[in-house]
């Protein structure tokens, strides 16, 4: 049996890891149109300032607000309407002084211009039947020069950092992009991570089960998780629990993917032939062995030439927790993800003791309740073997690694998945 | 100018809204590997118990407890070890009293032992040379029937329900489905949701600019929030503004999508246009006409024969934000996800006083930022034209409808993007 010469508290075990990892670089121009989530490969830049023109936020009428000031309700201006500004038109209306235009919302102000007046700040005369025709209208509210207006780069200048490199593309980055005519987007490759499951009881999802085996399932729970963090995984499939088999697989995986991930069964046996083979696929090997945490202690992590290679032990409960813990920050890493995102979590009053030990994180799957606009959480106790401990969870309860338990009514934190 | 005879407060609006929407009755079978995300279309059953056999959790020797009863580190008892249970077989080993079995953790236990014994516990006086041959052990702690024993249906018994219907299927829903040999699963359709813009100043992203031209950027926000919901969104493109034309690609897109998104430029008469085709799609059409926020104040709703239509404001800020409140819901219900999703949200301290109107809910792009194990936001104003109020944010801030504004120090609910 390998003793566990280098566990590490998670935190220390995290930094260490990501130490040896690599970004990739490799990058794809991919159109804006279908970058959400992907990340950014470069800084990008505003080609141009924007709004490129002055653009009125209201329906009224531009002005010179010159000529409105001093107007009231008692005192209004008196101005005549000389045009209309159209909508995608350019504002190509000469205003005199006391003149002005109908303007809609959205609409370019005319050279002339400084400020639109609201349409319900006034009152018109018409002098003909159509809105074309000029006529006097009364304003009763003086405006400011500027006001009801956008200013040309008042959304963004040009040459301003629009995106930085390494950031996750969200919805409303498409949106500043196409507004300044960006169509195309130089983004980071998707690290593809090769995933096998190694153990004489496993067996493949779809065969029938005989006594003493069971199905991988850990091989899919931690695709998903890949899929999720931004990565392309592909399930290789179980390997015999041999050292052979194991050690071709492995050195094939490791060329061909930009991440090895072994779900190593949960025999000492095999976890030794895990050890032996992750040690032997490159620089510098294994770096940890072992991770203060419950469940997940027999983690194995390590990285073999700037690509990451973790080591999961066969519980499902503890492979999911230990993937969420340091999978899923080296796939961002891998991206290039700046800063690394942290878990989503809130915090909850816990409704129930939990034990624990100092020096070591647990992660316990938790309920998660609202009750009079409080939040409440209550563990699902189970052996970690227990997938629907998981299935069953909202989130996980962290007990921190200084702490020897929780007590009920305490504030703790509780991961999201 | 039309006037918005029927404003209603948020919650109000969407739950009119929600009323009138029907889950499509369009499902399908999907392989579950790939079933990340999608939303249950039934209650999903456990065909048979997990795990199928009762299985040990520690690396040691399958007992019959009584035979350990007494043990202690001065008074061990001696049992006699007659075989070792492989990975993946049948435990088919009988143990007569005072005999044991190696066993590894995962292993099947014996018909014959009712616990297991660690492997510290206990010590070896190998007779032979292989593990194989029969030996004496040393066990100086007693285990108590079923101790280091995983027991049939102890993750799950036979006939449980493992998901409902109308859940978003997570990874540990895939781990637990393929445990028990479910490898495909029936999952609601994605609703199709088709997006049009309108408005005589918008042309596509790809276009070169003229004074006065702005580019569609909302079909692509609310295209991605889509397809962050769930959605299978379709850009349908930018219609000419005016009647004719936009009845037609209205009543063509609601026959051949499940929802409808407008944004309807910024002019009130493209608003006008808008509002008399949505009222013209069928029934009830429009339900709501003006919600008590800011921004976005000019949303319609309506629904035609279950099928939701949403008119979005033409401001960028606006667009995102109301879509955000109903659109994402309305995907939601489409999918019949139950129960509807509340948008992720934390609470902060505000750094800044923010000023707003009773019987208005607010909404402020707002930065987050950590310091000191404290979480705090400040607001990032700007005119609700400027999406990159929305780039440089990571939330929203929401003020109450009740509220008047909020003061620095106080705490306020931020959405999250």
């Known amino acids: 049996m390998s003793e566990f010469f280098n566990v590490l508290p998670p935190d220390e075990a995290r930094e260490l890891f990501l130490k040896y990892i690599e970004p990739l670089d490799k990058s794809e121009v991919t159109p804006v149109s279908e970058s959400l989530g992907r990340v950014t490969a470069e800084e990008v830049k505003a080609p141009n300032a924007l709004p490129t023109f002055r653009r009125s936020t209201m329906d009224g ?23 209309e500004v159209m909508m995608g038109e350019e504002g190509a209306i000469n205003l005199l002084p006391d003149q002005a235009s109908i303007i809609h919302t959205g609409g370019m102000l005319p050279d002339d211009a400084d400020a639109v007046v609201q349409i319900e700040h006034t009152q018109s005369f018409s002098e003909g039947d159509t809105i074309k025709d000029r006529f006097e209208i009364e304003v009763f509210n003086a405006v400011a020069p500027g006001q009801n207006v956008i200013q040309v780069g008042e959304d963004v200048k040009e040459g301003e950092a629009i995106l930085s490199e390494g950031q996750k593309v969200r919805p409303q980055d498409i949106g500043a992009l196409l507004a300044l005519g960006i169509t195309d987007i130089r983004v980071t490759a998707q690290p593809l991570i090769g995933i096998m499951a190694t153990g004489d009881e496993i067996i493949p999802p779809k065969h029938p089960l005989r006594p003493g085996q069971i ?14 963090a931004g990565g392309a995984p592909k399930v290789i499939g179980i390997v015999p629990d041999n050292y052979n088999s194991l050690k071709k697989a492995a050195e094939s995986a490791v060329k061909e993917y930009d991440m090895l991930v072994i779900s190593a069964g949960s025999s000492v046996s095999v976890r030794d032939i895990t050890v032996d083979i992750l040690s032997e696929l490159g620089d510098p090997g294994i770096l940890v062995h072992g991770v203060a945490t419950k469940p997940g202690k027999p983690t194995i992590l390590g990285a073999a030439n700037g690509k990451p290679l973790i080591g999961l032990p066969g519980n499902p409960v503890s492979a999911m927790i230990q993937f969420i813990m340091f999978g899923v920050p080296a796939i961002h890493q891998l991206q290039g993800v700046r800063p690394l995102p942290s878990s989503k979590s809130i915090w909850a009053r816990l409704e129930q003791n939990i034990s624990s030990e100092s020096g070591r994180e647990d992660f316990i799957p938790a309920k998660i309740v609202e009750a009079s606009g409080e939040i409440f959480t209550s563990p699902i106790f189970g052996k970690s073997n227990l997938i629907f401990t998981l299935v069953n969870a909202d989130g996980l309860i962290k007990i921190p690694l200084n702490k020897g338990g929780v007590l009920a009514g305490e504030f703790v934190e509780v991961l999201l998945f």
Do not use: K, M
């Open 215 to 228: 199905r991988d399932i850990n091989s899919y729970t931690v695709a998903s998780l890949c899929q999720r």
């Open 61 to 83: 009428y531009a002005v010179r607000s010159v000529d409105t000031f001093g107007a009231s309700a008692s005192l209004p201006a008196f101005l005549r309407v000389v045009g």
